[in-house]
């Protein structure tokens, strides 16, 4: 129940996260992005996994602790791998490694240097990707997402972008993912994440709102160096995907 996209870019790094969540049979507005000292995670799986994931992190200070970002992937890793071993036998099928991936995104020394993004597998593995969508709305993103994606945008640009993805995705394609999405930004050798303002989003979910229900797919509102690619600026129709079913409290 979670969309999760994060994206290199020539300045840094974008994250962005929808808010749908499911806590026991109820829908819920849950937080998909965490700041902890530093260091954001977005996480997608089941809910109770994810809150004692983020519980476990905190008290490592993992932030705090460690100077150095591949270090903090190694014991992310490693907690990611202890609750998958915990948990997933007691899943159908024992998939615990499918119940909880994150998108791990820091600065190289965590205070200074070059904005990395990595994503964390359920087994306990990582690896640096340049651009990545997880969660239950992934497949839809992905296809459309990697036309969109331009490692040469600002990450100003391409939280436009994942804005885009997100909002494109919700309700219509799959009804798992939704809410207004959290965007998060960290430029090379500048510690701090800055957070988007919710009014600049919503100026693009309104376009994406409008262009469902017209039918259409039109990318005019992207950034100039997608337009010059050809013929994105033609409005192209397109049919709507089929709605997945809900599925159980996975986040």
Request: proline share 4%; net charge positive; aromatic share 6%.
């Amino acid at each position: 129940m979670t969309l999760i996209i994060g994206a290199r870019c020539r300045d840094g790094v974008v994250i962005g996260g929808d808010r749908r969540g499911m806590r026991g049979a109820e829908p819920s507005d849950e937080k998909k992005l965490f700041n902890i000292d530093g260091i954001v995670v977005g996480v997608a799986g089941v809910t109770g996994i994810r809150d004692d994931f983020l519980l476990l992190m905190k008290r490592r200070e993992v932030g705090t602790r460690l100077r150095d970002l591949y270090e903090v992937k190694l014991e992310v890793e490693d907690m990611v791998k202890l609750f998958s071993d915990r948990y997933g036998p007691r899943f159908p099928g024992g998939s615990g490694g499918q119940q909880i991936q994150a998108l791990l995104v820091g600065l190289e020394s965590v205070r200074t240097g070059r904005a990395k993004l990595y994503n964390i597998f359920g087994v306990g593995f990582g690896e640096e990707v340049g651009f990545l969508c997880i969660g239950h709305g992934s497949p839809y993103a992905t296809s459309l997402g990697k036309f969109m994606y331009d490692p040469n945008l600002s990450v100003d640009e391409m939280a436009e972008v994942i804005i885009f993805l997100i909002s494109w995705v919700k309700e219509d394609l799959d009804t798992l993912v939704g809410g207004t999405p959290d965007i998060m930004l960290l430029k090379d050798d500048t510690p701090g994440f800055t957070t988007l303002e919710k009014n600049k989003i919503q100026v693009i979910e309104k376009h994406v709102k409008e262009m469902k229900k017209k039918g259409e797919l039109n990318l005019c509102l992207l950034p100039k160096s997608h337009k010059e690619r050809g013929s994105v600026e033609k409005k192209q129709t397109i049919s709507k995907l089929p709605k997945q079913k809900t599925h159980s409290s996975s986040a």
